[in-house]
């Protein structure tokens, strides 16, 4: 691109923006803060800034929950012995108490509730990818005007209160519900069909709130194939099927992986979906978690099993972060 | 891209995935003009009628937890633009330094973070912090703040990012050669151009702050009940039609907004590329 054409541009937005960004600088920084980011201070202020507020309020924050999963429950407020205590003048004494631990292999409950919500997560983010593949499918081979109208209609959802979507289903399985008298009506069933408080019902919660975020990624992926690709397969004799196995699925790896961290290990802790329609003899380790800080006031066991739960997630969760950051810095 | 033959399957799932998406709020909206209080048996004679919207107006407690939520919403949001929006440039324009690595893990993490383990971890830091410097007194507005603050900016920055990664950095390096210095470049070329991320980061941040039930009830205190705490008291004991008065409430809002916004941002996408093009017939 030629000089004037970049100045061109350059002065464009100049002119578009201009009176706006005037205002903003009329009552904005002083001048002193931008003399200050011009001396190279600037970028480690504009590095400093947001990684001090993150490593304060994110990283930090989990080094407290292990420490306090190795202290003792004491009733007080807060509700937990120190790690450690001062003996005399010069001597500490650090207690690191595994009771917490030993706790949590110890009673099965935490142990099923563990499994139960991999299970859960695990087949919910397998009825998220098939039918979130196919849509995905469909909107990237749309026309354009089609495709944004269908993105919108995906997002859409997604900007209203999850809370609320997930009272919605409430109204459609309860024995009373929408889907019961319909049936009913329609002579299928003469006995409604219990659907709320059942892993069928949590599955369907958890497949609803998360689908944008399994179809978006596979979107992402699925817009850039070369469609060339495809035609040469075709060329050489292969089925459209064999096609979509041997070409279209595998270049579309990235994409199901991202999709499928970004359901599953949220889907994991996730707590107000099982509370509103899952099974009361069987619950998720978010519900554990949250029982055991709120009901219990046992801060440390709830500092156990968050440990233990983040230590479960650690591997997913890099994951995600690889292919995250491959997808960002890739210029689409 | 087309495939050789249209096949079938594929509408099939589009079609009932968008039921599937719809069907439910549609309900919800249909039984928010119910007479009956038993929700989903629909009282034809006496319905629709509108009698839940004005119970739903005159509810003292939902009003206030709306409001306290709209102005939590607000403050996060901001914050989030501004730290999601440092961090989108560190890690899109900055190249190497110390540290980035463990920069864009603690802002990818947030993202799939489950709700509960943030929630928790923020409410003991917050009570640590309260133990050792005596700051923040007591939690509630303040804490809540800072907790969506720290979970948006991700957000923010993710969008950021991938609209910085979409430009080459041809228009900073120009604007350098013809003697801006930085922040004058970030001023006049980057800024304008990032700014419907930001706008987008802005509005999603805001949504989130606004739904968040999980992180809030952690690191909430006495007096700081947002609208997703009242609601979801309410919808643990059942069904309500109020809650779908507010709920329909809550969806023509946030439609509204979504179209007007994608129609504008569409507009304005339309109108940056003929300028780009003229641009570059002008220079040429």
């Known amino acids: ?332 | 891209m087309s495939l050789p033959r249209r096949s079938i399957f594929v509408p099939t799932v589009l079609a009932f995935g968008f039921a599937f998406l719809y069907v439910p709020i549609l309900s919800m909206m249909f039984f928010s003009l119910n007479n009956s209080s038993l929700v989903t048996v629909w009282d034809g004679p006496n319905s629709p009628t509108l009698k839940w919207y004005v119970k739903l107006l005159n509810n003292r407690p939902i009003l206030d937890a709306a409001w306290l939520s709209i102005k939590i919403a607000a403050v996060n949001a901001t914050g989030a633009a501004v730290l999601g929006t440092l961090v989108g440039l560190v890690l899109a324009r900055f190249g190497r330094f110390r540290g980035r690595t463990l920069l864009s893990a603690i802002t990818t993490a947030p993202l799939v973070m489950p709700e509960v383990i943030t929630g928790l971890s923020m409410l003991l830091l917050f009570v640590a912090l309260e133990q050792w410097i005596g700051w923040p007194s007591g939690r509630g507005v303040t804490t809540i703040t800072i907790a969506h603050i720290t979970f948006s900016m991700s957000y923010v920055s993710v969008i950021v990012q991938s609209r910085l990664a979409s430009f080459d950095e041809s228009l900073e390096e120009a604007a350098m050669d013809l003697g801006a210095r930085p922040p004058r470049v970030f001023r006049s070329i980057t800024l304008p151009l990032i700014f419907p991320a930001i706008l987008s980061g802005w509005l999603l941040s805001f949504t989130l702050s606004w739904d968040d039930l999980v992180i809030s009830q952690f690191v909430a205190g006495p007096g700081s009940t947002t609208l997703p705490m009242v609601i979801f008291s309410k919808v643990r004991l059942g069904v309500s039609p109020d809650v779908n008065a507010l709920a329909t409430i809550m969806v023509l809002i946030v439609a509204t907004g979504v179209v007007v916004s994608a129609v504008v941002m569409q507009r304005q996408e339309r109108r940056r590329q003929r300028e780009v093009q003229m641009a570059l017939a002008s220079g040429e």
Not at chain 1, 88 to 102: E, P, V
Not at chain 1, 105 to 120: C, P
Not at chain 1, 269 to 277: K, M, N, T
């Open chain 1, 1 to 332: 691109m030629s000089r004037q054409g970049r100045l061109a541009i350059f002065e464009r937005y100049a002119q578009r923006w201009g009176p706006f960004w005037n205002l903003f600088y009329r009552f904005g920084p002083p001048r002193w803060s931008l003399l200050l980011l011009q001396n190279g201070w600037g970028r480690n202020l504009v590095i400093g800034v947001p990684y001090l507020w993150l490593t304060l309020f994110f990283l930090i924050p989990f080094v407290i929950v292990l420490k306090i999963s190795f202290s003792e429950i004491r009733i007080a407020m807060p509700p937990y012995a120190p790690l450690w205590e001062w003996v005399g003048d010069t001597a500490i004494s650090i207690k690191l108490n595994f009771a917490n631990y030993r706790y949590l292999f110890s009673d099965s409950l935490y142990v099923s509730s563990y499994l139960y919500s991999m299970q859960v997560a695990a087949i919910s983010t397998f009825f998220c990818l098939l039918l979130g593949y196919p849509m995905a499918y469909g909107i990237a081979r749309a026309s354009p005007a089609a495709r944004n109208l269908c993105l919108m209609l995906i997002i859409l959802p997604f900007w209203t209160s999850f809370l609320l979507r997930v009272y919605a289903w409430i109204g459609l399985l309860k024995n009373n519900g929408v889907i019961n008298n319909v049936l009913m009506a329609l002579g299928i069933v003469d006995q409604p069909i219990t659907m709320m408080q059942t892993d069928f019902a949590v599955y369907i919660g958890i497949v609803y709130s998360y689908l944008p975020f399994m179809i978006l990624p596979l979107y992402t992926n699925l817009e850039k194939h070369d469609p060339t690709l495809l035609e040469a397969a075709a060329d050489l004799g292969a089925k459209p099927a064999k096609a979509f196995f041997r070409v279209t699925l595998p270049l579309s790896m990235p994409g199901i992986f991202a999709g499928c961290l970004l359901v599953f290990i949220p889907a994991v802790g996730e707590y107000v979906i099982p509370s509103l329609l899952g099974r009361t003899d069987q619950l998720m380790i978010g519900r554990v978690l949250s029982d055991e800080f709120f009901a219990n006031r046992d801060w440390p066991v709830a500092g156990a099993v968050a440990i233990l739960m983040l230590l479960m997630l650690v591997v997913p969760i890099m994951l995600f972060q690889h292919f995250q950051g491959r997808e960002l810095r890739k210029p689409s």
